[in-house]
Antibody, heavy 123, light 110 residues
Framework: QVQLQESGPGLVKPPQTLSLTCTVSGDSISSGNHYWSWIRQPAGKGPEYIGRIYVSGGPIYNPSLKSRVRMSIDTPNNQFSLRLSSLTAVDTAVYYC???????????????WGQGTLVTVSS | QSALTQPASVSGSPGQSITISCTGTSRDVGSYNLVSWYQRHPGKPPKLIIYEANRRPSGVSRRFSGSKTGNTASLTISGLQIEDEADYYCCSYAGGDILIFGGGTEVTVL
């Protein structure tokens, strides 16, 4: 059974940097045909795609957040991470990590998600 | 990129069928057959129920079906059941390994 679990602070002061880690169990983060994503959802709104990272190939960021986002992957510990800088109240949201599936240039969706972690940006 | 457009809410009685629309543009929904749908119950993470516009992952009920025409994708839930009461989100590939989501639709079973 594949499981993902987010960890990180629940409260961050502006304009600090948010650091979240997603720990993957039940699957190797190096397994083929998968990518590893971060998505966030502000209260009462739809999800916003933050970006993805491949074990081989590097990260791809949402252009709207590109200047503030960094993702990394830690294969020995089966984890991947998100850093989001220059936080403001607008960044308050539930942050999810998720596993994506791709094959032959086709994106087949996000098949496993973490439970999500609420991050509040407030002084 | 703007979010995909979904109705805020849809309702139906048990046993009925409902359809949720998801409207994008020629740069996302219209260009790729890579639309996915997610179901989210309160306090739970989203669950993938449709991918590639009309394919169901293993274990997902056949009551869920998807389709796409032009810039609009649709999710149909047939034989509506109480446990289908949830929020539903569409998501489209938008090129360059970017995904774009809809604003979500709340489904109520009357």
């Amino acid at each position: 059974q594949v499981q993902l679990q987010e960890s990180g602070p629940g409260l961050v002061k502006p304009p600090q940097t948010l650091s979240l880690t997603c720990t993957v169990s039940g699957d190797s983060i190096s397994s083929g045909n998968h990518y590893w994503s971060w998505i966030r959802q502000p209260a009462g709104k739809g999800p916003e795609y933050i970006g993805r990272i491949y074990v081989s190939g590097g990260p791809i960021y949402n252009p709207s957040l590109k200047s503030r986002v960094r993702m990394s992957i830690d294969t020995p510990n089966n984890q991947f991470s998100l850093r989001l800088s220059s936080l403001t109240a607008v960044d308050t949201a539930v942050y999810y990590c998720a596993r994506g599936v791709h094959t032959y240039g086709r994106d087949l969706g996000l098949d496993y998600w973490g439970q999500g972690t609420l991050v509040t940006v407030s002084s | 990129q703007s979010a995909l457009t979904q109705p805020a809410s849809v309702s139906g009685s048990p046993g009925q069928s409902i359809t949720i629309s998801c409207t994008g543009t020629s740069r996302d929904v219209g260009s790729y057959n890579l639309v996915s749908w997610y179901q989210r119950h309160p306090g739970k993470p989203p669950k993938l129920i449709i991918y590639e516009a009309n394919r169901r992952p293993s274990g997902v009920s056949r009551r869920f079906s998807g389709s796409k025409t032009g810039n609009t994708a649709s999710l149909t839930i047939s034989g509506l059941q109480i446990e289908d009461e949830a929020d539903y989100y569409c998501c489209s590939y938008a090129g360059g390994d970017i995904l774009i989501f809809g604003g979500g639709t709340e489904v109520t079973v009357l």
